[in-house]
């Protein structure tokens, strides 16, 4: 209940010190990202990433699997040998005489 409060309390101080700054500062912050995001060089970059993963990701695609399939034969492995322990020939030793 405690942790509610402090997040109700949290939102509400934000939302006020929010609308103390403003629509307009909104704006010229959302005008300022626009701009930055269309420049030629910035959409260049994100081309350029797009192209970069696409190409590598069958790589990392088969390099996940690999590592997949190596755990699970491991576990596998453990857990066979876990659950089949090896049997020793029952022997009694004799009780120790006092």
């Known amino acids: ?9 949290g939102l509400a101080i934000g939302y006020v010190l ?4 403003g629509r307009e500062k ?3 912050i959302k005008a300022t990202v626009t701009k930055l995001w269309n420049d030629p060089r910035v959409q260049k970059q994100v ?3 797009g192209d970069f993963v696409k ?3 069958p790589d990392v695609a088969e ?6 399939k190596n755990v699970v034969s491991k576990v596998s492995g453990k857990s ?6 090896a049997k020793k020939p029952a022997t009694r ?5 006092k």
């Not at 209940?1 to 309390?9: E, N, Y």
């Not at 066979?80 to 322990?85: E, N």
């Open 26 to 28: 909104y704006e010229e």
């Open 1 to 9: 209940m405690k942790g509610k409060i402090l997040l109700v309390t």
């Open 18 to 21: 929010g609308t103390r700054a």
């Open 93 to 97: 030793k004799p009780a120790a005489s």
């Open 55 to 57: 190409d590598k990701a």
């Open 63 to 68: 390099f996940v699997a690999d590592g997949a």
């Open 47 to 49: 081309h350029d990433a």
């Open 80 to 85: 066979a040998a876990a659950t089949t322990p």
